[in-house]
């Protein structure tokens, strides 16, 4: 019964996320009052976006936006610094030594690439699109990396991440100038 509540669990999530996904892209001309708050705003929806663990907020569908609508350079320092703070959610609980993950074949191959390369595994992790840097946040906690060192290398990695976004953002009003009307 556990593993059918957990399925269900994870398929509630992907539906809620695609679900929150489609809504802001169908009232992308709303996204743009978000703006109204600014920099502090995009920061706090990252912080929140990224706080989840195991259930992704489309925290890159914000930073897109708003990169169509501020300096997407400094969108990205928002964005990835919020994302960054988000992330230690997921620290803390591999930290404080919770099971919050089952084990599953990916976190063994997830921490033995954490343990083996260290910093750049997180890195790495915080700078490509994946649903897994949670599991590698709570591998970290769990694995006692220092949160200096964690924090460091995810905000890294989450910044370029964020980089990417908020400028497809910008060059995606430029190429389609009706985007958000």
């Not at 809620?16 to 892209?25: A, E, R, S």
Request: hydrophobic share 55%.
């Amino acid at each position: 019964m556990k593993g059918w509540k957990l399925t269900v669990a994870r398929i509630a999530a992907l539906i809620f996320v695609i679900g929150l996904t489609v809504f802001l892209l169908m009232n992308r001309s709303q996204v743009s009052k978000l703006g109204a708050f600014g920099y502090p705003g995009i920061f706090l929806v990252s912080i929140l976006a990224n706080a989840t663990i195991l259930l992704p907020l489309p925290g890159v569908m914000i930073t897109s936006a708003m990169g169509a609508i501020f300096n997407p350079f400094l969108v990205a320092i928002a964005a990835g610094s919020g994302s960054a703070l988000g992330e230690l959610s997921g620290y803390l609980a591999g930290f404080s030594g919770q099971g919050v993950m089952e084990r599953v074949p990916m976190y063994d191959r997830m921490e033995a690439l954490i343990t083996r390369y260290g910093s750049p595994a997180i890195f790495i992790l915080a700078l490509i699109p994946n649903p897994f840097f949670d599991m590698g946040g709570m591998i970290a906690g769990a694995l006692k990396v220092p949160v200096a060192k964690f924090l460091f290398w995810c905000w890294l990695g989450k910044i370029l991440k964020m980089f990417a976004f908020a400028y497809l953002g910008s060059m995606g009003v430029h190429l389609f100038p009706g985007l958000m009307d």
